[in-house]
């Protein structure tokens, strides 16, 4: 017989904002390594430089939100309202936890020059490329697709993939060894030429998360494009608190509301001190 997962749910009720395009997104515990039985609340935040606010929960943008321990939970259906984090997650076991979120599309537009400008900020060659000196505005519509790693001995719930439209996929448990394997995915095949970065933050005492809203800001620590397998090896050698981020841009499924749509994929995790 299974032993049930204990699990507490906080979530709020308004509808967010639209998220601020060109800014990461990301899942924020408020501790990464946590024993069974002992709580950790989840919350998702957007901003730049690993630095931002938390974001409140609206069912009605999310495709789907669940965690993988022994088994895999859906934590979509069983928000109720109320201010805090997303979700309060407790152990059973030593094994950890992968959480991941998939949020539908928002719609946005730029003018011309400043979509140009974010284009090659973001690395996305192809479309820019694609669009060369128009200057006609930028039609876009964008969604999220987060994950993070709740730290655990169980490799197979860390490097398994979670099924989203794009997903940053370990090779090993995130946070165990000073390099990072990963494989980037979109629609469940390897993404080539993918710019990948990685941003990293310190751990406050006991290795809990310092409040992102407030803390300092952190400098990109690295970048890389994937090979044509997809892969690409993430130097993590230092402790801290870790994003890594992508995004990528294609001709839009439904022309009528954008001419291009983005995805935004995250994944955070925790290196301690003693790691390897």
């Given at each position: 017989m299974k032993t049930p997962i204990r699990i507490a749910l906080t979530l709020a009720v308004a509808i967010s904002?639209?998220?601020?395009?060109?800014?990461?997104f990301w899942l924020s515990p408020a501790a990464y390594a946590i024993s069974p039985g002992q709580a950790t609340a989840v919350t998702a935040r957007t901003g730049e430089a690993f630095c931002g606010p938390a974001k409140?929960?609206?069912?009605e943008r999310s495709v789907r939100f669940v965690i993988r321990t022994s088994r895999q939970i859906n934590l979509t259906d069983v928000a109720f309202a109320g201010d805090g984090p997303w979700?309060?997650?407790a152990p059973t076991d030593q094994g950890g936890a992968m959480m991941a979120f998939e949020s539908t599309f928002t719609p946005i537009?730029?003018?011309g020059a400043k979509f140009n400008a974010y284009l090659a900020e973001e690395g996305l060659t192809g479309p820019l490329a694609e669009r060369g000196a128009s200057e006609e505005p930028g039609r876009?519509?964008?969604?999220?697709?987060?994950?993070?790693?709740?730290?655990?001995d169980d490799a197979k719930r860390a490097?398994?993939?979670?099924?989203?439209?794009?997903e940053i996929v370990p090779a090993s448990i995130p946070g165990r060894d000073s390099t990072l394997v990963v494989t980037v995915l979109r629609g469940g095949e390897p993404l080539a030429g993918a710019l990948v970065r990685a941003w990293r933050a310190p751990l406050g005492a006991a290795g809990v998360a310092l409040d992102a809203a407030v803390r300092d800001s952190s400098a990109m620590a690295w970048e890389g494009r994937t090979g044509t397998d997809g892969s690409i090896a993430v130097p993590v050698r230092e402790s801290g608190e870790w994003l890594v981020s992508l995004v990528d841009m294609v001709p839009s499924a439904e022309p009528s509301e954008a001419d291009w749509e983005s995805t935004w994929a995250s994944l955070t995790f925790a290196r301690n001190e003693n790691a390897r």
């Open positions: 904002p639209a998220l601020a395009r060109a800014h990461e409140t929960w609206a069912r979700v309060k997650f537009q730029l003018p876009e519509r964008y969604r999220r697709c987060a994950k993070t790693w709740l730290s655990g490097t398994k993939p979670m099924g989203l439209p794009l």
